[in-house]
């Protein structure tokens, strides 16, 4: 696993052997970061990490200088892990031990960016859940972004406040975005109103 921008571009860190996860590939990564470079300037943003698994995700923000960052995973051996290579790095990395959903429950704090990435055989039910929880809790601050990573065989367009997706190789990464929805519904509003005209 390679860090592959920011302060610590280049670093490699590795995890133990053992832990269930399914890091995202470095390509998918680097694919990942760019889009999201095209709309925030990393320094400070505040981010969640749900299913964050060995961190991944998590050290690629704290190494472009996001910070706060949460990362949520149900597994005890990961969040561990998470917490070694936080203090090892200085990173400002919160790790949780517990089930995302309960989590997303009684969570009250808000995110500039969320990035969810489930394990790829839950049901496309429970890959909704996430995102009608965030909304439903209002966790996405205002002009922030929710990224969920998935297979081909989930489908995530017709979900509220979707946003586009990229495809790359076996991997999707739903973007979300408050905005979004909110000018579809303006849209609907509107055509509505012409049509009571």
Known sequence: MRIISGKFKG???SP???LPVRPTTDMSKEALFNVLNNHFSFEGLKVLDLF???GNISYEFASRGSSPITSVDGDFGCVKFIKQVAAEYDFNIAATKSDVFKFLERNNATFDIIFADPPYAL??????KIVLLVFEKN?????GM????HSKYTKLDHMIHFSFKK???GSIFSFFELAKGEEELDEDLMESN????
Request: glycine share 10%.
């Open 167 to 169: 495809s790359y190789g």
């Open 139 to 143: 966790t996405l601050n205002e002009d």
């Open 146 to 149: 929710m990224v969920i990573e």
């Open 11 to 13: 670093r490699r860190i």
């Open 16 to 18: 133990p052997k053992g």
């Open 123 to 128: 049901d496309q039910t429970t890959f909704e």
């Open 194 to 197: 012409s049509e009571d005209e």
């Open 52 to 54: 964050a698994g060995t």
